[in-house]
Each structure stands twice: as C-alpha cells, then as structure tokens.
C-alpha cells in the first residue's frame, strides 16, 4: 500500500488472506476463555468489523493480532509469517486507538511523524510523507497546531495519519468514533470509508455499534461470548440471520415466542402464548413440539397487507414518529409487536386505540430454536 494508490477492490481478491487466525483462545486466568476457538481469515483490501456486545471477545481479538495481548493457545499470520509471539513495534501494523493516544506535547506534525523518526527515515521523507497524510485526512494546514487546539473531530483524524503514514498492509481500528457525537461520527464513518476505498488497505474495526458496521464494511464478524456467531456481508447478516442472537444484535427485531404445533418442508408453523398461530421460515431443524423464537424485522410488517400467510386485526397501543419512519406498537400473542412505516403512507384511520389489519409473508420470518 501507498499513499498515492487510487485502485479499490470492491471484492477481496481470491488469493491466500492478509492475516490468519487459527484456533486461537484467550483466558486471562486460566479458566475462563474469553475468546474460544477463534479461526479467521482476513483478505486484502477488506474492511472487516468485528461487533458485538461488551465483553464477547471482539476487543481481545483485535488486541491479540496488534501484539497487546499473547494467545493462551492457537497463532495468528501475517502475510504467511507467524506473529503470534511478535512484539507489536515489530508487526508494522498501523493503529488508530478510541482515545487518539496523541502526545499532547507534540504538534500534529510531529505527532504523525512519530512511526517514522522510529523507523530512521530521513528528514525530507518523513516531511514528505506526514505532509502526504495529513493532506488525506484533511489537516494539511494544521500541521503546527497542539493536540489540545483540536476538536474531538480532528484529533481522531490526526491518529488515523499516524496509523497511514508509514504505509502499512494492515490498520486496525479500536471503537475510533466512540467519544464523538452523531453527527461527527457519520460524518468520520463516511470519509473513513472514502479513505479505505481510495487506498485499498487492509482495516479491522472493533464497534458494538451495528449501523457503523452496517454502514463501512464488506464484513462483519458477530461475535458473543467469546466466538463468531456469524461472519457475513452486512446484507447478508440483515437480511439472513444464521441465529437469535444476531437478528436480535444486528438492527431492530421482533423477537416471539412460542411452540411448533406444525411442520411443511421448509415452514413450521408456532403457537404463541394466547393461541395465535404463526408460519415461518424454519431456519433450524425445528420439530413439532420445540420450544422456538420468531425473529421479525420491522419494516417487513404490512399496515395494509394484501394476500399473506400471516394477517391478523391488532389493536394500535402507541405511535413513535422518528421522522424518517413511524414506529407502530401492537400486541400479539401476549407480547410486544413493533411495526416500522414511512410516515407519508401510513394508512387514514391508524390513531392510538384503533384496529387494523397488518400482515407478513412467511419467507420474510424467521423460526430459530430457543436457547
């Protein structure tokens, strides 16, 4: 990677993965893994988020493939060569921390030369290259200025120059966005993004934030207690859930329970607590008789349904307006139903107290086994 490079691969090439995880487990005490069995392969030129909940494992990954923590058991490669047991200043991997981790005596420009005097590059190549960077993240005049004369904005990008300047294959990024408010950090999600595309380098991306990761990736791995429940496009996890857990994590859901009283090829059908009966696409191998969850997205829920397996007349319990769509809440089966909807076509008679009709496709409902 250089820092002129122009070329994106929208697909990572079909060649032997940047970085490799194999069979790797963490344990802090020697009893309890906190990562468990984790093998991945990461290809170059992607953007792959690692997400999920605090505490499932995601973080420690990252930090065992920067070199901040050693695997209890298991190795990870870097371009083929093992790192496992390799000290972090010997990877030449870029990082960009939450904090910024800038020295707050240093101006910026010294700041991001700093991997550079490390390295004993000469004086005219690192001003060469910090001036490179800094013109990439759109700081080319701050050069001069004090960490602390920044906003939270800019001090991010400061530390994502320090992360490119030296070229790496690899950057890896740790909840970057984390300490700024929304609109900077869609604002920074998307120039992140340009950055990424612009010089096809290798980023890993730790957030528990599921519409950052939705919104930069190629990939994503979901990870809870300590292993990747699914590894997948963003389209993929949304639209195809592989469990409870990651339609529940990855965007809003509808999650009811209920029992399997029926079964036909690939849809059972569930009952839930008050009797009403549900079709679903069964995902699991589910029997009659199996306790199951329902996962079901809101936005696929009809407000004015025309022929579908599933319909049912619901009592509207409150509206939500939250401008780009209005949140619609029923009860089914003794358990909360939420319905999303553009605000410019909701139906004429729909108010608070009043009954309508609302409907689902079974293919658009998901049938997981519960627990």
């Known amino acids: 990677m250089t820092l002129t490079a122009t070329t994106h691969r929208d697909a990572p090439v079909p060649s032997a993965p940047l970085v490799s995880f194999s069979h790797v487990q963490k344990s802090y005490d020697g009893q309890v893994l906190v990562v468990k069995d984790l093998s991945l392969d990461i290809a170059r030129g992607e953007f792959l988020t690692l997400l999920g909940p605090s505490g499932s494992g995601k973080t420690t990954s990252l930090m065992m493939l920067a070199g901040f923590e ?17 000290p972090p200043y010997k990877r030449g991997i870029g990082m960009v921390f939450q904090n910024y981790a800038l020295f707050p005596h240093m101006t910026v420009a010294d700041n991001v030369a700093y991997p550079l005097r490390a390295r004993k590059l000469s004086e005219p190549e690192i001003a060469r290259r910090v001036a490179t960077a800094l013109d990439m993240v759109k700081l080319g005049a701050f050069g001069k200025r004090m960490p602390a004369q920044l906003s939270g904005g800019q001090q991010q990008r400061v530390a994502l120059a320090r992360a490119l300047v030296f070229e790496p294959e690899l950057i890896l ?57 699914q590894l997948a496009t963003p389209e993929e996890l949304y639209e195809s859930p592989a469990n409870a857990f990651v339609a529940g994590f990855v965007g809003e859901n509808n999650s009811l329970d209920g029992v399997v009283i029926g079964r036909s090829d690939a849809r059972v059908t569930v009952r839930l607590a008050d009797g009403v009966e549900v079709v679903a696409q069964s995902i699991d191998a589910l029997a009659i008789g199996d306790e199951a969850v329902l996962c079901l997205r809101p936005e696929r829920i009809a407000l004015t349904p ?12 409150r509206l939500v307006y939250l401008g780009e769509a209005t949140r619609v809440v029923f009860q089914l089966g003794g358990q909360e139903l939420i319905a999303k909807a553009d605000p410019m076509r909701l139906p004429q008679e729909l108010a608070r107290g009043a009954r309508i009709e609302i409907g689902w496709r079974a293919d658009e409902c998901r049938a997981f086994r519960k627990g």
């Open 306 to 317: 025309g022929e579908t397996e599933n319909k049912y007349v619901l009592e509207v319990e």
């Open 173 to 229: 990024l740790d909840e970057p966005l984390g300490a700024l408010d929304k609109q900077l950090r869609e604002r920074m999600q998307y120039e992140l993004k340009q950055i990424h595309e612009r010089l096809g380098v290798t980023m890993v991306y730790v957030t528990h934030d599921q519409e950052e990761a939705l919104t930069m990736s190629d990939r994503i791995a979901v990870f809870d207690q300590g292993r990747i429940q």
């Open 70 to 86: 050693t695997p209890t058991n298991g190795s990870i490669t870097l371009q083929g060569r093992d790192i496992t047991a390799l």
